[in-house]
């Protein structure tokens, strides 16, 4: 086994797929196996299931599936390489260097010379703001703002001053290759040369899980504009990915659970300076899906503050659906108009602030509150109201929030209860019931095996891989009807003979075609029909064999009599070996009985 493969192998016993998926899926115990609701697919019923003890998923709906790793490459949309490296990272394992393709080893180089070129003029500007004559301005600026030098050094804060070509001059210096310099947004190239793109702003480096700076936000001075500037989009700088202050504060949200998104790099500050250090910000755009996948990983609940204004409260009403689809808590923070979270933590502190979050409002709530507010009780309204609501009502996940939001929404709008209920259901299908169930039930009634000797021996392999060997001994084979399900066998065979009993969980991954992958995995996701009568079935499927070749023989023997009656001798021996076997209590059950 390579390097590479033993830190996968080491992932896999590390990282728990419960305990990821997780992170990302509301998963409820259901018998063996977690089931929650498919974020590959507009599931409504839980059709995604996940087995602790197999370290697998599937979904029964789309039918994707596999391992930890196709999971995060899946909902991360991921690269193999990258998922290793993610999850080596999040369990502290140290991966090797990988033999990579000459354009991946380009991509990974000019990733890494484009962070050093960051941490380069981070380091200039930091210096420039607490030490040079130069950095004075963004001095009183931090004074302003009562920002301390912990929190500048803390958080590398910086000043570019107002000159075309300080940071130009400074990069050359150290011998920077300057196109490169351009490509990471810092410096931009003219007919002749080059100049600086931040000049005469504070500057924030905004870093990435890494503690990486991925690139920079610059505020003005003064009341020119744009007041934020920041990196345009470069290989290591994605503005929907990225977080400001979430390298600094993830521990602090995973300990509390929650995350408090906020909308200025500053407000991160004062809060952090107070104490807090839960918040974020994005970075001078919407929120994105990425976004809240991304704090999913950390925290269980957002907490969004919202800017008082028009524009603050439309954004946080777009970020609803994203929520709501991510199935992720989010509640809304209101404070005092006027305020944001820098002057309002300034002035009433750690505590009040902390009061504000004790009052925030699930984001429905806010939500239908803004929606009501504005209608009087016409008939007119009303019919706005179920035809602006209810599509967003029918994406609530949970059953019990739903119902308490249809009583709220009864009482407020003063539509009666069972009208909005009959409504509901005409938005998609109904939320009720356990579709797993139905789903397990479905597979096992045989529907999608052609034959029931296909369903049952498939399902024997998938729960008792070791059986592969008998069965082909015995010929079970000759069983098989279902071509997928041959192809199943036909591998696993192999494997167990190339490799023994080493690791059955493995297998999935290793079947070639698409389809057989995830007929194993209902399989293995499906309940186990035998459990400690795997022994009596293996009998059971040898006898049928037997039988079966028996009566080929008989017909295809034709006038040789001795040779017939020799034959049926046999099959006499045979059937009351079978008649003593129905009579045990596993040929009782029926199940099997071969015919
Ligand atoms: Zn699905």
């Known amino acids: ?200 702003r504070v500057i924030f480096p905004i870093h990435n899980l890494r503690k990486q700076v991925a690139g920079f936000g610059g505020r003005v001075m003064d009341k020119s504009l744009p007041k934020y500037l920041n990196t345009p989009e470069t290989p290591v700088f994605h503005k929907g990915e990225l977080l400001y202050g979430l390298h600094a504060a993830y521990q602090g949200i995973r300990e509390s659970g929650r995350v408090v998104i906020v909308e200025g790099y500053t407000d991160v500050l004062a809060l ?41 409260k439309g954004a946080t009403l777009k970020s609803l659906p994203l929520f709501l689809n991510e199935g992720m808590t989010a509640k809304v923070i209101a404070l005092p108009e006027g305020d944001d979270p820098d002057t309002f933590v300034n002035s009433k502190g750690l505590q009040g602030f902390i009061e504000c979050l004790e009052k925030s409002v699930p984001i429905f709530e806010f939500y239908l509150e803004f929606k009501l507010s504005r209608r009087d009780d016409s008939i007119e309204n009303q019919v706005e109201i179920l035809k602006d609501v209810l599509p967003v009502l029918s994406e609530v996940n949970s059953d019990s929030q739903r119902s308490l939001y249809i009583r709220k929404l009864s009482e407020k709008s003063r539509i009666p209860e069972s009208i909005l209920l009959s409504e509901l259901k005409k938005q998609g299908p109904s939320h009720e019931g356990d579709g797993h169930e139905n789903m397990l039930k479905k597979i096992l009634s045989g529907k999608t095996a052609k034959n029931q000797d296909d369903l049952f021996i498939l399902n024997l392999l998938a729960h008792f891989p070791h059986t592969a060997g008998r069965l082909t001994d015995t010929g079970c084979r000759l069983l098989l009807s279902d071509p997928i399900i041959i192809e199943i066998f036909d591998s696993i065979c192999e494997i ?15 079947l070639k075609n698409e389809t057989a992958r995830e007929r194993y995995r209902e399989a293995i996701l499906s309940p186990p029909i035998y459990r400690d009568d795997v022994e009596q079935a293996l009998q059971a499927f040898e006898l049928k064999v037997k039988k079966n070749n028996l009566s080929k023989l008989c017909r295809n023997t034709g006038n040789d009599l001795e040779k017939k009656n020799l034959i049926l001798k046999q099959k006499s021996e045979q059937d009351r070996a079978h008649n003593k076997f129905l009579k045990t209590d596993f040929g009782k059950s029926g199940l099997n009985r071969p015919k």
């Not at 807090?276 to 503050?305: C, D, P, Q, S």
């Not at 167990?496 to 290793?510: I, Q, T, V």
């Open 272 to 312: 952090r300076k107070h104490g807090f250090n839960e918040a974020v910000a994005t970075l001078g755009t919407a929120l994105t899906k990425e976004h809240i996948r991304k704090l999913k990983g950390y925290a269980k609940e957002a907490m969004v503050v919202f800017d008082s204004d028009a524009a603050g």
């Open 1 to 200: 086994m390579d390097s590479y493969q033993s830190a996968k192998e080491e992932i896999k016993r590390t990282a728990d797929i419960v305990e990821v998926i997780g992170q990302y899926v509301q998963l409820r115990k259901a018998g063996q196996h977690h089931v929650g609701l498919c974020p590959f697919h507009g599931d409504k019923d839980p059709s995604f299931t996940v087995n602790q003890s197999r370290q697998m998923f599937h979904c029964f709906g789309c039918k994707k599936g596999g391992d930890i790793f196709a999971f995060w490459m899946e909902y991360h949309k991921a690269s193999f390489p990258q998922a290793m490296r993610e999850l080596a990272e999040r369990y502290h394992i140290t991966l090797p260097e990988r033999d990579l393709t000459p354009s991946q080893k380009k991509e990974k180089e000019l990733g890494e010379s484009l962070f050093e070129i960051n941490e380069l003029a981070a380091r200039y500007f930091h210096n420039i703001l607490l030490k040079s004559d130069k950095g004075a301005p963004g001095r009183e600026y931090l004074k302003k703002r009562t920002l301390t030098r912990e929190i500048a050094e803390e958080l590398l804060l910086g000043f570019a001053p107002d000159e075309w070509n300080g940071l130009t001059n400074f990069l050359k210096g150290k011998k920077v290759d300057l196109n490169k310099a351009v490509q990471a947004g810092l410096i931009i190239a003219k007919e002749k040369g080059y100049y600086d793109r931040f000049r005469g």
């Open 496 to 510: 167990f003979k190339k490799d023994g009993e080493s690791n059955p969980d493995a297998l999935a991954e290793r």
